[in-house]
Each structure stands twice: as C-alpha cells, then as structure tokens.
C-alpha cells in the first residue's frame, strides 16, 4: 500500500510540474533573468506549493498518526549550520545555471531530452560525492 501511496503521489507531483512548465529548464532560467526576459510564472507556482503545503500540514498533524507509517517523521534540529547553507548554496547555484530541480528533472526525463539525462547524472554524480565526504568528514565513534 505505501508503495502505491508513493507512486500515486510521485505522479501528481510529476503532472503538476509537467503542468506548470516547470520541466522546462528556459522558464526556470528565465524567472532568474531579472535584467532580461523575466518570466514571474516561478514565484506563482512556489506560493501555490507553499499554500497548499500551509493548510496540508495543519490538517495532517491534527491526526494522531500518519495513515502509512508508525508515526510522523518530522524534523526536530532548527539550527542553521554550515553544511546546510552550502549545500542550500549549491543546490541554489545549479538550479540558476541548468533550469532544472530535481523535483522538476525526474518529470522531464520522459522527455527524451539529453540535457535532461546529463542533469540527472551530474546530480546522481553530486549525490555520490557529498555522501562520501559525509562520510570522511563525520566523526567516528571511539572505541570502547
């Protein structure tokens, strides 16, 4: 059933990118191009995600539980440390220079663009390497 549930979000996630041109990298790009062609379209589409997103919570967490889960998951740090401004700065970075998000760029594989396939790579690429440097730069437990 939570594989189902999955599926069945991921598709709606992906019509309403699809949908909002989103997975299109030139509308993206242009709504950063504030000296040129600037496109707003971005900003409605985030404060629609963040409305619904608003009223989504407020109802989920009147439950007393997740419907597919134990319990809720929710985030309990509320510190902004280092590692989150760059990689928020790096997420940022690339998402001005390629058009894409990777909330936008899974959509957009279906469409058989190559720049699409290179996008997700690099990120898949991107994933691999701040995993591994997680990992070198963790610190590891003494022994007892």
Do not use: H
């Amino acid at each position: 059933m939570k594989l189902l549930a999955s599926y069945v979000v991921g598709l709606i996630f992906g019509i309403g990118i699809a949908i909002s041109g989103m997975a299109n990298p030139a509308k993206v790009t242009n709504f950063f191009d504030v000296a040129g062609i600037w496109d707003p379209s971005l900003a409605f589409v985030m404060g629609g995600a963040l409305v619904v997103t608003f009223i989504g919570y407020r109802l989920v967490l009147r439950r007393s539980g997740p419907v597919l889960a134990p319990a809720f998951q929710l985030p309990t740090r509320q510190d902004l440390d280092a590692r989150l401004l760059l990689g928020s700065a790096v997420f940022g970075v690339g998402w001005g220079i390629a058009g894409f998000c990777p909330g936008g760029a899974l959509p957009a594989l279906g469409t058989g663009r190559i720049e699409v396939y290179v996008f997700v790579a690099a990120l898949i690429c991107g994933i691999l390497v701040a995993k591994a440097v997680q990992g070198w730069t963790s610190p590891r437990p003494t022994p007892a």
